[in-house]
């Protein structure tokens, strides 16, 4: 069983920030890499950003310059800074990894998202 605990969405105005957080414990013995998708309804989940444990990071071209992914291997914990926010920026926001648990069987895991509003 692995667990996330997601924290951080909340309503901000356009322009304004936002710092999401993901935590991954449980049947865990390496996770690999750690993101974040986001949907909105009645659209597919989109990706966002990833960082591998070596801190290699992608992103995808909408927030490049405005979001800020991190890690702390040691927590298992992945963060999204997400800067100049815009409406379009609405959406829920997913956490996700690649989990290699103790028994050795790798799998992606997702947390249970946590809602980001950009409204004026």
């Known amino acids: 069983q692995v667990e996330f605990v997601e924290s951080g969405g909340g309503l901000v105005q356009p322009g304004g920030s936002l710092r999401l957080s993901c935590s991954v414990s449980?049947?865990?013995?390496?996770?690999?890499?750690m993101g974040w998708y986001r949907q909105v309804p009645g659209k597919q989940r989109e990706f966002v950003t990833s960082?591998?444990?070596?801190?290699?990071?992608d992103y995808v071209d909408s927030v490049k310059g405005r979001f800020t992914v991190s890690r702390d291997n040691a927590k298992n914990t992945v963060y999204l800074e997400m800067n100049s926010l815009r409406l379009e920026d609405t959406a829920v926001y997913y956490c996700?990894?690649?989990?290699?648990?103790?028994?050795?069987?790798?799998?992606?895991?997702w947390g249970q998202g946590t809602q980001v509003t950009v409204s004026s």
């Open positions: 996700n990894a690649r989990v290699m648990s103790r028994q050795l069987i790798e799998d992606t895991y």
């Open positions: 449980g049947n865990i013995f390496t996770v690999y890499d």
């Open positions: 960082i591998t444990v070596r801190g290699e990071k």
